[in-house]
């Protein structure tokens, strides 16, 4: 079946340090990944969307400066989070897609970054 | 602006009886309606969809219904069971699914045995 790992799980950081998270799909060739933040007591904000051989498209209130995205191949995308601070707490979602409409967007169980 | 938006917030319902999830939203573009489910400490979970063209899904205990006049749609879970505790999440997307997803901010359902 389709999977998505996340790594790491859980991850702590001091204020100001970067911290870089991993999505790796298995069974299946993520054409498109798509970066989730949930943050305590909010719904999931979609931080970019990335399609293979296209441009990373970020959303409003997040940069490619703040949130660099590598998706190097079909089967993996990794995301920094560059100089963290309070704020950036959250869980972290890597949403995969299978090329193809009408796919579902198989979600890993996401990495959980706390800034101290 | 929330385009996606669900009530109640919380919801608890005893075993057996029937639960019902609300959602609603503003942007007419969007064609394609994802619920998922999320536990504690997981990532959301697919449950049920439904396009745009159909009123009606289900899916053993889940049914979606759904009015494209009124932008509204409702999730359905019959014979409650304390296992379908979670919190879940009404989401939209156009394009059948091939643009963004944008999530509603959740209904946590506790099922009271």
């Known amino acids: 079946g389709a999977l998505v790992y996340q790594y790491p799980r859980r991850t702590i950081c001091k204020s100001g340090t970067s911290m870089r998270m991993e999505c790796q799909a298995v069974g299946f060739q993520a054409t498109s990944v798509a970066w989730y933040r949930q943050s305590p007591q909010k719904t999931f904000e979609l931080i970019a969307l990335s399609t293979v051989n296209s441009a990373i498209k970020y959303e409003q209130n997040f940069t490619q400066e703040k949130f660099p995205i590598s998706h190097p191949n079909l089967s993996f995308s990794s995301m920094t989070v560059l100089n963290a601070y309070l704020e950036d707490r959250g869980l972290y979602l890597c949403g995969a897609r299978a090329p193809g409409g009408d796919t579902e967007v198989f979600f890993g169980k996401g990495t959980r970054l706390t800034v101290v | 602006q929330q385009q996606v938006r669900q009530s109640p917030q919380s919801l608890t319902v005893w075993e057996g009886e029937t639960a019902i999830l609300n959602c609603s939203y503003e942007?007419?573009?969007?064609?394609?309606f994802p619920w998922y489910q999320q536990f504690p400490g997981e990532g959301p979970a697919l449950l049920i969809a439904?396009?745009?063209?159909?009123d009606k899904k289900e899916d053993g205990r889940f049914t979606i219904f759904f009015n494209k006049r009124e932008k509204k749609l409702s999730l359905h879970i019959t014979d409650s069971q304390p296992g379908d505790s979670a919190t879940y999440f009404c989401a939209a997307s156009s394009n059948y699914g091939n643009e963004k997803i944008t999530f509603g901010a959740g209904t946590k359902l506790t099922i009271k045995p």
């Open positions: 439904i396009r745009s063209v159909s």
């Open positions: 942007n007419s573009a969007f064609d394609y």
